[in-house]
């Protein structure tokens, strides 16, 4: 197999602070290799096509695919950055020290699973997907100009942001418990229901019929949904769909009428209002500022 050579750019922030940008064009793997110490936390985001990390001398792989990131730390001993970024593909790295970042999060620490005390000395390796808005902000990351003055000054804000993103404890998958649920089945039955509703987004089931689905009184389902998901059915999946819109406008492939067909809007009108309702701006001026 033919590989191109080493070739990433990288940013630094400030001290102990990188951002690693990797795209591949060509027909043939790319390395990423940087040499850091045990006292650095790595995101890595597959933004586009394929990437494999390795360890320990490529004794154990990891195959990270389009749309999901890993997160790894091991406070017992060096973990350089080792990996191949496949043909067509793009990846984004931020590599920070564990003292900066539990600077970040000093209050919430305990919030977060590798910064809690007990696990402080355990080593990390975490994946997951991308969400919706963690997909925006990696894509104005990667398409900044990085010749700009305030580069820096750009890039620092929105790598906090992204981690507010990450960390933010109202995201589905940092919800342990709810105190409003007095079991775990009615929390499930809750997931379940936002499920439903954006898997028939286009067509999504009435109130009625979401309680039926999931076997749950329609007053338990509109009070457990406001107090795991911060609001009510329909206004989140309003907002999901603004979301994703957000994120399939950004995407050169998809024009403001396959948007709104997407997300089932019955005209392009009708989407085009909504959006402009959220956002202040209609969908076409939004991709064009993209």
Do not use: W
Not at 84 to 92: D, F, G, N, Q, W
Not at 152 to 161: D, H, R, V
Not at 227 to 238: R, T
């Amino acid at each position: 197999m033919q590989f191109t050579k080493p070739s990433f750019l990288e940013t630094k922030i400030e001290d102990k602070f990188f951002v690693l940008k990797s795209k591949n064009e060509k027909d043939k793997n790319k390395f990423l290799k940087k040499e850091i110490d045990l006292n650095f936390i790595q995101f890595h985001f597959v933004i586009e096509g394929n990437a494999t990390f390795s360890f320990n001398n490529g004794a154990y792989k990891m195959d990270v695919s389009n749309g999901k990131y890993i997160v790894l730390y091991n406070p017992k001993k060096n973990l350089p950055v080792d990996a191949l970024i496949h043909p067509k593909s793009y990846v984004l790295s931020v590599l920070i020290s564990l003292k900066k970042f539990h600077k970040l999060f000093s209050e919430d620490s305990n919030n977060i699973q590798f910064l809690k005390d007990e696990n402080i000395n355990q080593k990390y390796y975490y994946e997951n997907k991308i969400s919706n808005k963690i997909f925006l902000v990696l894509n104005e990351l990667k398409r900044f100009d990085l010749g700009s003055s305030t580069k820096n000054l750009f890039i620092k804000a929105k790598i906090y942001e992204l981690f507010s993103h990450l960390y933010n404890r109202n995201l589905d998958q940092n919800i342990e418990q709810c105190p409003f649920l007095n079991n775990e089945e009615n929390f499930k039955k809750i997931q379940k229901a936002k499920n439903l509703v954006i898997s028939n987004m286009t067509s999504p089931p009435s109130l009625a019929e979401l309680s039926n689905d999931i076997d749950l009184s329609l007053k338990k389902l509109k009070e457990g949904f406001k107090k795991i998901y911060g609001k009510p059915v329909y206004q989140y999946l309003l907002e999901y769909k603004m979301e994703l819109a957000k994120k399939l406008l950004s995407e050169n492939s998809y024009n403001v009428n396959e948007v709104s067909i997407k997300l089932g809007y019955s005209t392009s009108s009708h989407f085009i209002t909504a959006f402009k309702n959220k956002y202040g701006l209609t969908p076409k001026n939004f991709k064009k500022n993209y």
